[in-house]
């Protein structure tokens, strides 16, 4: 599904964003990735969504070298990606069906799939009831289920999630990691950047952990810091 080889990323600045970082990432796996900030998290989710482009190395994502990627190409690369962000990035003119249908539309969708697919992400993620408000009439974490349900309609095969619960509180947090969970066990792969170490802790899922570039740990079923 997702794979890195001698990943390297050096800003013009000089900054060693990610350096030599390899690993793979199976088609349906939950992994959290970790580290603290500057740590190259984020920087390695851009690099997967085509946002920035390697100094070297190989990052692959269904045995496409993104490197490579025309523009149309990363178009369609980005289809298949969902991305939950910590600030929500929604359109504030836009209702909470605008902002989910929204994502369909760019990618010109058959007007007949749009309805039903849209009402079908929302009765996912519990907001069927507020399809008709804007996103300033919601809570932080309905806002954070907008996005999620954003990042779904398009059914990708990956889903990146950057801080997902970073400005939740810890009970509106669980439920987000609650459909995630669920989200995954319906088989959409997950890489979520985080530093919620109860999160990681509870859920015992794969960790990789960045230091200052490097891919310092990757552990199966793992914690946020290594147990002694």
């Not at 070297?56 to 490197?67: D, E, K, M, R, W």
């Amino acid at each position: 599904m997702l794979i890195a080889k001698k990943l390297t990323k050096i800003y013009n600045n000089g900054v060693v964003a990610l350096d030599q970082v390899s690993l793979i990432v199976q088609k349906g796996e939950f992994v959290f990735l970790v580290g603290p900030s500057g740590a190259g998290k984020t920087t390695f989710l851009n690099l997967v969504i085509r946002q920035e482009v390697p100094t070297s190395g190989l990052i692959s994502v269904n045995q496409q070298n993104l490197a490579y990627l025309k523009k149309k190409e990363i178009a369609f690369l980005r289809r298949n990606i969902g991305v939950i962000f910590q600030d929500y990035k929604l359109l504030p003119q836009k209702t909470v069906y605008e902002n989910v249908a929204f994502a369909l539309e760019v990618i010109e969708a058959k007007p007949r799939m749009i309805k039903p697919r849209v009402y079908e992400v929302l009765e996912l993620v519990g907001l069927l009831n507020k399809a008709n408000l804007f996103p300033s009439e919601l809570s932080g974490g309905e806002q954070q289920r907008v996005c999620l349900a954003r990042a779904l309609v398009n059914r990708p095969l990956l889903l990146l999630a950057d801080e997902p619960t970073g400005n939740l509180d810890p009970d509106t947090s669980w439920g987000i990691m609650e459909l995630l969970r669920e989200v995954n066990r319906r088989g959409t792969t997950i890489v979520m950047a985080t530093h919620n170490r109860e999160i990681v802790d509870q859920m015992r899922r794969r960790v990789i952990a960045l230091d200052r570039g490097k891919l310092v740990r990757d552990t199966p079923k793992g914690g946020y810091t290594l147990e002694t």
